[in-house]
T-cell receptor, first 114, second 120 residues
Framework: AQSVTQPDIHITVSEGASLELRCNYS??????LFWYVQSPGQGLQLLLK??????LVQGIKGFEAEFKRSQSSFNLRKPSVHWSDAAEYFC????????????FGGGTRVLVKP | GAVVSQHPSRVICKSGTSVKIECRSL??????MFWYRQFPKQSLMLMAT?????????EQGVEKDKFLINHASLTLSTLTVTSAHPEDSSFYIC????????????????FGPGTRLTVL
């Protein structure tokens, strides 16, 4: 069965500083990887996804993520955060063999200091 | 494209009543929809997989008689929380699986905006 770990529960970053959110996954086959963002009381918005090909993936809102198979990681980065980036971020792995079920990590809450 | 809606967005009910939540795929057909539950400050946990025209598949530990799922059409799945109690209060999110076709081997899920259920 697949699993996802987001080691950091909270991260506080100053506005304008860079941000990196860690994600490690466990899955025996080719992983389909996603990053979602959730604002308080809202649904999920897809930031980016990795299915295959180039391991550096560009997403919306200036985010990017890099798939590293050797490290079983899919870390999310943004060079310069904005106050509007304060939210909860979820990494997820999709399992084609399990009917495309998604397994989510525990989430990382990002706080942005002015 | 690939928009999923949920109704209602918020519902408050008395203990013992039943509540129905609708999940609709607005611009595509979804043979499979998923229902998730999210407790405050926690991650999403899959409750069940809803398949059009057949019985839902529930995850371990989810009471199927408590959480009734009906997927009567290719664009609508409903979750009914029966005899709701305060511990059922939660944020319920649905997703619909989009059949990409072509060379894509993974059918991505698109999420609804969620329904906040509060049981008094």
């Amino acid at each position: 069965a697949q699993s996802v770990t987001q080691p950091d529960i909270h991260i506080t970053v100053s506005e304008g500083a860079s941000l990196e959110l860690r994600c490690n996954y466990s899955y025996g086959a080719t992983p389909y990887l996603f990053w979602y963002v959730q604002s308080p009381g809202q649904g999920l918005q897809l930031l980016l996804k990795y299915f295959s090909g180039d391991t550096l993936v560009q997403g919306i809102k200036g985010f990017e993520a890099e798939f590293k198979r050797s490290q079983s990681s899919f870390n999310l980065r943004k060079p310069s955060v904005h106050w509007s980036d304060a939210a909860e971020y979820f990494c997820a792995v999709g399992a084609q063999a399990a009917g495309n079920k998604l397994t989510f990590g525990g989430g990382t809450r990002v706080l942005v200091k002015p | 494209g690939a928009v999923v809606s949920q109704h209602p967005s918020r519902v408050i009910c008395k203990s013992g009543t039943s509540v129905k939540i609708e999940c609709r795929s607005l611009d595509f057909q979804a043979t499979t929809m998923f229902w998730y539950r999210q407790f405050p400050k926690q991650s999403l946990m899959l409750m069940a997989t809803s398949n059009e025209g057949s019985k839902a598949t529930y995850e371990q530990g989810v009471e199927k008689d408590k959480f009734l799922i009906n997927h009567a059409s290719l664009t609508l799945s409903t979750l009914t929380v029966t005899s709701a109690h305060p511990e059922d209060s939660s944020f319920y999110i649905c997703s619909a699986r989009f059949l990409a076709g072509g060379t894509s081997s993974y059918n991505e899920q698109f999420f609804g905006p969620g329904t906040r259920l509060t049981v008094l």
